[in-house]
């Protein structure tokens, strides 16, 4: 669960790593009509999250009978 939590963190973090980012981001929070710094609101969300809760959002929105795994190799002959 920390290393989940961490790459979360790390990924918002790298998310806002230069002006470009963070200026598109800026601009798609307007347009979605979210506050300026959800990355923020949503590091908080993730480092307060416990297991339970990742478990309960898991079985509500994915369903393990429908996922499928793709792989990506050379072409059959």
Known sequence: MRRAKALLLRRIALGESDVDNIASGILRHAELGLPLDEPTLAARRFLALG????????????RADAMVRVSEGPAPR
Do not use: P
Request: glycine residues 0%; neutral net charge.
């Open 51 to 62: 297991a339970a809760e990742v478990q309960a959002a898991f079985s509500k929105w994915l």
